[in-house]
């Protein structure tokens, strides 16, 4: 059998989550005895200094005898982060730039600029 005959059998039904930098890709397989797993795979995209990029690849299996203790787990550390810090998302960078205008504004004066820009023309003065 060929590599792609035997992934052709292998996969069964797949979907894929792309979210910025990072793909989730879920797909149903097959064992060689005809049973059923899951695999979740994330890549990620890394950018290298010459401008050429790599992706990093993590993968879970998942197989039926786990599924009723996975879901259950999930969804409680799912539902344990949406309580504790509500669904709008505060990633890194946002934290960084929030930082940086707090600091900005607490140390000028009311009324100066808040990292933004007005088009002002002279003949406005």
Do not use: C, P, W
């Not at 979210?19 to 049973?35: L, P, S, W």
């Amino acid at each position: 059998m060929s590599d792609n005959e035997l992934m052709e059998k292998e996969e069964i039904f797949s979907k894929v989550l792309r979210a910025g930098r990072r793909t989730y890709f879920f797909d149903v397989r097959a064992t060689k005895a005809g049973d059923y797993y899951l695999t979740i795979t994330e890549s990620k995209k890394f950018t290298n200094d010459d401008g050429s990029f790599h992706y990093k690849k993590h993968k879970i299996y998942l197989y039926k005898e786990d599924f009723a203790g996975f879901t259950e787990i999930l969804n409680e550390m799912t539902d344990y982060i949406i309580n504790e810090k509500g669904e709008e998302v505060i990633s890194e960078r946002h934290q960084k730039d929030f930082q940086k205008n707090y600091n900005q504004d607490s140390h000028e004066t009311v009324g100066a600029s808040t990292g933004s820009f007005t088009d002002v023309s002279f003949d406005d003065i």
